[in-house]
T-cell receptor, first 117, second 114 residues
Framework: AQTVTQSQPEMSVQEAETVTLSCTYD???????LFWYKQPPSRQMILVIR??????QNATENRFSVNFQKAAKSFSLKISDSQLGDTAMYFC??????????????FGKGTKLSVIP | ETGVTQSPTHLIKTRGQQVTLRCSSQ?????VSWYQQALGQGPQFIFQ???????GRGNFPPRFSGLQFPNYSSELNVNALELDDSALYLC?????????????FGSGTQLSVL
């Protein structure tokens, strides 16, 4: 079974501080991509950052970076210099490619992040 | 702005009714996926269409069905609505080129079943 676990239902951080959101996943596939999505109150799912499993180097995107530990199947998101606009639900997800069939995203239950002024 | 639009934004139905949700994908995208997001949960994969054919289904009953059209639009149909079908329904379009797929999500349709 393919699963994603986000163990922090809610988190808060002071504006300009750094916060780390945790995620673990389970898959038997070797070829997969990992994602963090942001869902603000507008409900639109916005891609924050993406990591290819075959790459050892951690992905970074401006203030967002990941700590990808493949052996531990861990994929945490670090947000630096937190801004009020970062307040949202954050979902960890992955797509596993098995060579045939559909490519479906498997999501965790999400972490609600609040940035406090 | 992802270029993916969904309609309607909100919908109220009663148990037993049928509903059709619509999605307009980005031009050129050959794949559309539908997800159900219950309150307080992450999205769950319903099914995917690739070049107008169903290309995979999640753990949803046959009363959930879909269509994909040549003009990059698609539909999600749900028959015999149940209370538990109340959720946000998201569509995501993508251009499948090997294993490097980038999904673009719409803002969803919030369905309430009374």
């Amino acid at each position: 079974a393919q699963t994603v676990t986000q163990s922090q239902p809610e988190m808060s951080v002071q504006e300009a501080e750094t916060v780390t959101l945790s995620c673990t996943y389970d898959t038997s596939e070797n070829n997969y991509y990992l994602f963090w999505y942001k869902q603000p109150p507008s409900r639109q799912m916005i891609l924050v950052i993406r990591q290819e499993a075959y790459k050892q180097q951690n992905a970074t995107e401006n203030r967002f970076s990941v700590n990808f530990q493949k052996a531990a199947k861990s994929f945490s998101l670090k947000i630096s210099d937190s801004q009020l606009g970062d307040t949202a639900m954050y979902f960890c997800a992955f797509i596993a490619y098995s060579g045939a069939g559909s490519y479906q995203l498997t999501f965790g239950k999400g972490t609600k992040l609040s940035v406090i002024p | 702005e992802t270029g993916v639009t969904q309609s309607p934004t909100h919908l109220i139905k009663t148990r037993g009714q049928q509903v059709t949700l619509r999605c307009s994908s980005q031009s050129g995208h050959n794949t559309v996926s539908w997800y159900q997001q219950a309150l307080g949960q992450g999205p769950q994969f319903i099914f995917q269409y690739y070049r107008e054919e169903e290309n995979g289904r999640g753990n949803f009953p046959p009363r959930f069905s879909g269509l994909q059209f040549p003009n990059y639009s698609s539909e999600l149909n749900v028959n015999a609505l149940e209370l538990d079908d109340s959720a946000l329904y998201l569509c995501a379009s993508s251009l499948r080129t090997g294993n490097n797929e980038k999904l673009f999500f719409g803002s969803g349709t919030q369905l309430s079943v009374l």
